[in-house]
């Protein structure tokens, strides 16, 4: 059985994941294409997830990706997050992880249409809800906001409370409509910074409309992508990626041919049939990664990569702050002054070569912002601590 060491995961990342400076790609859609997805939770990670591993590329780049050409595309999918799919990879997406999560929210949704006491049958309300949003939509080919969708559909136009603590707002039925592949967040009307999509129907927003796949297709492509970009992992690493079951992965990875290897730790690892050569060496490298970036996010076991740093770079529900990484290893994070400014905030000592490559990563990437500030809501407690320059 092949074995491939920790040491060669962190070297097929610095290829695969385009981030040692011989492998960055030029545009959007070459970094989304190494990357199967990017997350999008937070609308600045797909910026500087694109920045991270491009050559010279702005942000008009990744604005003319999203809502010019739109070959790129916003789709809630694995574990209910936001990604952003090259455009090819939808009708995959929407017959699979879309709408495992889709059939989960149909079920929350009408459970608290019911206790919110909006109608006694909360499976009628929803999909005459959506038939209203729908038929509303249709005559606004540009796409509404969803401040403009509720004004128009006054039934949806609600926010109850339906737990202590917890408000439960009708609008989710966008959120269902773009799982189920009926609509899309369209052009952002807000700084890049921002999510303010106007939500228009897919017809209006892709022109033709790919014919979905079956559910197992769809779920092999993904797998078969995810092993592409990810592999070797584990069969846990791709259930927690997928948000799917241990039988839907099994079967992808039959159906894929998928070749078992060893790993550092005695794990049982997966790559596909056709890439299973050794990785040459990508030579020293340095990268600062944003918020939930998916490189970072990729596995569930994550200590080939992360090290002892778990609890100070990733928040108590696993969302993942900003990273600094060195050779494949992540040794800290970064952060903005009130200047705009990136500052390091090292977690281990490391050499001398690879903190001139950090500093000269966090300059390029103080140009790049050219002070614009990057917040978050998923701060780490690593980014927590106050700014200190060098």
């Known amino acids: 059985m092949r074995h491939v060491t ?6 097929r990342i610095a290829w695969r994941h385009a981030l ?17 997805v990017l997350h999008s939770t937070e609308p600045a990670t797909v910026h500087l997830s694109c920045w991270a591993r491009g050559r010279e590329l702005q ?5 003319r990706a999203l809502h010019v050409d739109r070959t790129l595309v916003k789709q809630l999918a694995m574990r209910r997050t936001l990604f952003v799919f090259p455009r090819e990879l939808l009708p995959h997406v929407w017959p699979s992880a879309s709408a495992r999560v889709a059939g989960t929210e149909r079920a929350t949704i009408a459970k608290d249409v019911v206790k919110a006491d909006l109608a006694q049958d909360g499976q009628e309300w929803l999909d005459r809800a959506r038939r209203e949003v729908l038929a509303v939509l249709a005559d606004a080919p540009e796409g509404l906001t969803a401040q403009q969708v509720r004004l128009a559909v006054p039934m949806i136009d609600v ?22 592949g009926h609509v899309v967040r369209g052009v ?5 910074r921002t999510s303010r999509p106007r939500w228009t129907l897919t017809p209006d927003w892709l022109g033709e409309v790919p014919a979905p796949t079956s559910a197992q297709a769809g779920y092999r492509e993904l797998v078969r992508r995810w092993l592409g970009t990810f592999g070797p992992g584990t069969e846990d690493d791709v259930v927690w990626w997928l948000g799917a079951t241990k039988t839907i992965v099994r079967a992808a990875l039959r159906e894929l041919d998928a070749v078992e290897v060893s790993l550092d730790g005695g794990s049982l690892g997966y790559l596909l049939p056709d890439d299973v050569e050794e990785t040459p060496d990508p030579g020293a490298w340095a990268s600062l990664l944003p918020v939930l970036d998916p490189t970072v996010m990729g596995w569930k076991a994550r200590e080939f990569y992360l090290g002892p740093h778990r609890e100070q770079l990733f928040d108590r529900n696993g969302n993942a702050g900003t990273t600094a990484w060195v050779d494949g290893r992540v040794v800290g994070c970064w952060v903005q002054d009130e200047a705009g400014v990136v500052h390091l905030r090292l977690l281990e000592q490391v050499g001398a070569r690879a903190r001139k490559a950090l500093r000269a990563e966090a300059a390029r990437l103080t140009s790049w912002l050219g002070g614009v500030r990057v917040g978050t809501v998923y701060p780490s407690a690593a980014m927590r601590e106050p700014v200190v320059p060098p």
């Open 6 to 11: 920790d040491a060669e995961r962190r070297a």
């Open 20 to 36: 040692a400076p011989a492998a960055r790609l030029d545009g959007p859609e070459a970094v989304t294409q190494a990357m199967t």
């Open 59 to 63: 942000v008009a780049d990744v604005e």
């Open 159 to 180: 926010k109850v409370s339906v737990s202590p603590g917890s408000s439960w707002s009708a609008s989710r039925i966008l959120t269902h409509l773009g799982l189920t």
């Open 188 to 192: 952002n009307t807000g700084h890049w």
